[in-house]
């Protein structure tokens, strides 16, 4: 899988890497540490709420929130488009963040006072998503329990919803609730889209930072196998076996591609004067009479050469007279 299709969802992968791991570097992590009491009932400090959602707390979360991106968020934009979905993700990061301050208000006396999982809301919401519109390519089953091609994720999100209890379950939580709300359409959340002037500037001075976004390319070239027993062995045994060094290839030939084949070799045990001539007199009465030594391959004669040429008219002569050969 790449990341065709899927710009934004690469950029998110590659932005909160970049700032996850620029706040280790630099000790800045206290930053994006989001806490109702004293950062925001006593220092007023309300900018936390929109930049806890730029960094990671830790490098676990991280790595998983990179695992989820790539295989659950590369499927969900595709589906939606890359305007659709930079619309969803900012829709559901502004939501969480309002739903996340409710829950410090009403849960901080039984516990919950912070919350430091970074942007995970949006990625249980992608989550989300990713269940409702992405069909699972095949089942299996561990120990009679069924599972998915879809369940591994599912597991890793729910590592990640239980390994900071409350505050990781809450988090989780908001996440799944915050796709539902987007699911359900309320509020009419569907419908909304960035700016056209966002989208001009992404695509001008973002776009070219996140790098190609071609799919790898996959050779059309299938070599032979190679021996794997010791060479002694291949040279005692098949020293004198025909060596199979031919090149397979599964691409469409090139119209000036076809090459004729070669002639059978001459008889061995006559004489080179009776096999050149015998040669030469074999291959011109097989012009004449339309036959040949190597079975399936026959020298076609002018009309048929012609009325294939006015068909195709594109095709050229030698390839015409190649297939008619191997007819």
């Known amino acids: 899988m790449s990341f065709e299709n899927a710009s934004v969802t690469k950029g998110l992968m590659v932005s ?18 989001l806490q109702l009491v004293p950062h925001l009932s006593r220092h007023h400090q309300y900018w936390r709420l929109a930049l806890h959602h730029l960094a990671f707390s830790s490098s676990s979360d991280l790595f998983i929130a990179e695992l989820l991106l790539y295989n659950v968020g590369v499927h969900v934009e595709r589906r939606f488009g890359s305007v659709k979905f930079a619309s969803f993700a900012l829709v559901s990061t502004i939501i969480a963040t309002i739903l996340e301050l409710l829950s410090l208000i009403l849960f901080n006396r039984v516990g919950h006072n912070h ?55 809450v988090v989780a939580v908001i996440g799944v609730l915050v796709g539902q709300m987007y699911r359900s359409d309320l509020a009419n959340l569907k419908a909304y889209r960035i700016s056209p002037m966002m989208v001009d500037f992404a695509k001008r001075y973002l776009l070219p930072l996140v790098g190609s976004l071609r799919p790898p ?52 045990i006559s004489a080179e004067s009776d096999a050149a001539s015998g040669s030469v007199m074999r291959e011109w009465v097989n012009e004449l009479t339309g036959r ?10 002018e009309t048929e050469i012609a009325q294939l040429s006015s068909m195709f008219p594109h095709i050229q002569r030698d390839v015409i007279v190649a297939t008619l050969q191997r007819r």
């Open 16 to 33: 909160y890497g970049i700032t996850s791991i620029l706040a280790g570097i630099f000790d800045v992590k206290h930053y994006f540490h």
């Open 115 to 169: 919350i430091t999982m970074g942007p995970s809301p949006l990625i249980f919401s992608m989550l989300y998503q990713y269940s409702r519109i992405v069909p699972s390519t095949y089942s299996y089953r561990i120990f009679g329990v069924p599972l998915t091609n879809k369940s591994m994720f599912y597991l890793l999100a729910l590592q990640t919803a239980i390994s900071r209890l409350p505050s990781s379950g």
């Open 217 to 268: 390319r996959r050779t059309n070239r299938a070599l032979p196998d190679s021996d794997s027993r010791p060479s002694s062995a291949r040279n005692t045994l098949f020293s004198n076996a025909p060596q199979n060094d031919e090149v397979i290839t599964t691409a469409r030939p090139a119209p000036s591609a076809a090459v004729p084949r070669p002639r059978p070799e001459a008889n061995p």
């Open 292 to 301: 040949t030594e190597a079975p399936g391959i026959r020298v076609p004669p």
